[in-house]
């Protein structure tokens, strides 16, 4: 479902087929501007992989002919995934890529999911632009400190969103905390020193309006 949402349909996809030309492709790529696209087989259902605009440009650099077919600079072939693919099979996934093939059940191209929409996801999930403040608490691994600076929290406003990072540190980690926008500057500091006076070290406080 989150794929889905996030994925651009195959029919809106800008598409080349296994049997184009590097020259083909190439004017499809400098007409629409991108940096690649994907390429089907014949059928328009099998993801070949995606062609590259750099690619055919040194190719021709260095002698090749623009008239060799598409395939024979494709890259990627299996960088793809599913619609029923979840949050961290995607994000691992995408890296690099500025989009990545999305395949249906019967292993068919279903669509691309362009990697800024999923930056788009992820900073929709942290509430920056509904949200007041952002606190770092700075904690070591303790047995309920989750629950504890939410419960804190909670005392006095609500969590708009909460992020921990540091997963693989064993000395410390940080957990993020976006207050909402009705969250003003006397109640944060409430939160701020209790937090502070329970032993959750608040490190550092953002705020969010004053962003450039």
Known sequence: MLVQSLCIPKHQCIKISETATLREALKTLEDTGYRCVPVLDQSGQEFKGNIYKMHIYRHGMNGGSLDDNVMTLIKNTS???YTASNFFEVFF???????IAVLND???FFGILPHGKMLGMLEEAWN???GSYVLTVALSEQKGAIEKIAKIVNKYSTVAS???LDAKSSVMRRVLITLPLDCDE????????KLNE??????????LELRV
């Not at 996934?93 to 989009?99: D, H, M, V």
């Not at 006397?186 to 020193?193: A, Q, S, Y």
């Not at 329970?198 to 705020?207: H, I, M, P, S, T």
């Open 79 to 81: 960088k793809f995934i």
């Open 198 to 207: 329970k032993g959750l070290r608040v490190v550092a406080v953002e705020d």
């Open 106 to 108: 019967d292993g068919q």
């Open 93 to 99: 996934s995408i890296k690099e890529l500025p989009y």
């Open 186 to 193: 006397k109640t944060k500091n409430k939160i701020v020193k």
């Open 162 to 164: 909460l992020m921990t």
């Open 128 to 130: 920056r632009d509904s």
